[in-house]
């Protein structure tokens, strides 16, 4: 066993618990991938103290070494995929997984030339197969991203990997570039933002790749430079990092959105619809225009808890709030501002017609029978609109306003509590 590795298990393995408790608290879909990822780099090291044994099984475990590492930066390119519920990613990310193996492993074992010529036109030319099968239902620019890197991989195998002497070393440090330079790519595609996570890990995936350009070249071109094995794993390090501070990152945005959003409806709540009110009525202050407020409340919600169940509920409020937000203009704000209570801010140019024509229009699509899975209902809603500066001249006034006349409704329709 070569127990110099010991250290560099130990680290790694302590890096992904830590990955995996912070991967634990968070919300990001990407990170059961990233912990998968871990946990194969993890599985690395631990082969690699097996590699000296003499026989098959040296052999075994410089296969399943080199696979697990490369089996972690797929894992890696996944997680940062957009598109990952798409049913041709599965097929790429199951032909890239399955070619790789296949070629490393026929390179390891020193297959014969035609096979391993072969494996080498197969993993080039997969992924490029399943791009062009579904070209017309679905592409992206990583898709091509992702084939272009293949491709040229496959064609620069087929020139290096049968060299006298050092063949086999330069194929398996091209595939091991390729995987790593392409998490790099897809990385800089999913986090464009000027956060230190995101830098760390996209130039940690860098320095990554660039080691099995670097390393090779210092041992040919400089052989009495000697470098330590630990300096070579630094990116590893690196990565796990950056991916850490991407996780804590998301997970200080996820709650920066919940203090100021309803977390059913994902709409504002009542702290940044007050934020937001107050900012529009100062905009029309400004310019001499006006601003409508328009408040909305269901007419028959408790029944429909009452009789079909909060489940059906939660669905009515969702649905609301969905029809609701696709009525008005993006530079208006549609707020949950209580149990079943909507608030609408027309941001100016409006007018006391066009807010009356925007609370029929939201009263309508409430009126008419609503499907929710297997339930029909018929809920309905009141409505009370005020107009700044015509009704009230501040935001306190101008709520109780519309809050009054949507009272004055409810009532007037049967529909009060």
């Not at 992904?16 to 990822?37: C, Q, Y």
């Not at 919940?258 to 202050?285: I, K, Y």
């Not at 008005?328 to 006391?352: M, N, Q």
């Not at 009704?391 to 006034?397: F, H, L, V």
Request: proline fraction near 4%; charged fraction near 15%; glycine fraction near 6%.
């Amino acid at each position: 066993m070569d127990w110099r590795t010991l250290p560099d298990l130990v680290a790694v393995a302590l890096l992904a618990w830590a990955f995996a408790s912070v991967a634990r608290r968070s919300h990001a879909p990407m990170s059961g991938h990233w912990l998968s990822g871990w946990l194969l780099i993890v599985l690395h090291f631990a082969a690699s103290m097996f590699i000296p044994a003499p026989g098959i099984w040296g052999l075994l475990a410089t296969i399943a070494s080199v696979a697990a590492l490369i089996a972690a930066g797929f894992f890696f390119m996944r997680a940062a995929i957009p598109f990952r519920q798409e049913t041709s990613s599965r097929w790429m990310f199951l032909a890239l997984q399955g070619t790789f193996l296949l070629y490393i492993s026929v390179l390891i074992v020193g297959g014969p030339r035609l096979l391993l010529n072969l494996s080498a036109i197969l993993l080039g030319a997969a992924p490029l197969i399943i791009a062009l099968v579904v070209v017309r239902r679905f592409h992206h620019p990583l898709r091509w991203a992702v084939v272009a890197l293949s491709f040229s991989l496959g064609v620069i195998l087929l020139l290096i990997q049968s060299r006298p002497g050092n063949g086999t070393d330069l194929a398996l440090n091209a595939v091991l570039f390729a995987v790593y330079f392409g998490c790099c790519i897809y990385f800089w595609y999913m986090y464009r933002r000027n956060t230190a996570g995101a830098f760390i890990t996209i130039a940690g995936f860098f320095a990554w790749a660039s080691v099995f350009v670097v390393a090779p070249t210092m041992a040919t071109n400089f052989p009495q430079v000697q470098i330590q094995s630990e300096v070579w794993n630094l990116p590893k390090y690196v990565v796990a990092v950056g991916m850490i501070l991407l996780l804590l990152e998301d997970q200080i945005a996820h709650n920066k959105h919940l203090a100021l959003h309803d977390e059913l409806t994902g709409l504002p709540n009542r702290r940044l619809f007050q934020d937001r009110l107050a900012s529009a009525l100062e905009r029309a202050r400004r310019s001499g225009s006006q601003a409508a407020l328009l408040m909305v409340d269901l007419d028959r919600f408790k029944q429909v808890n009452d009789t079909r169940g909060h489940h059906v509920g939660d669905l009515l409020l969702q649905h609301v709030a969905s029809v609701f937000s696709a009525r008005v203009r993006r530079s208006d704000t549609v707020a949950r501002t209580g149990g079943d209570e909507f608030a609408v801010i027309l941001e100016a140019p409006t007018s006391s017609a066009e807010a009356a024509l925007v609370g029929s229009a939201l009263l309508e699509l409430l009126n008419k029978p609503l499907q929710l899975q297997d339930h029909s209902m018929h809920v309905g809603a009141s409505l009370g609109i005020a107009i700044f500066p015509e009704d009230a001249a501040d935001m306190e006034s101008l709520c109780i306003t519309a809050d009054l006349r949507m009272y004055d409704n409810k009532r007037a329709n049967g529909t009060a509590d």
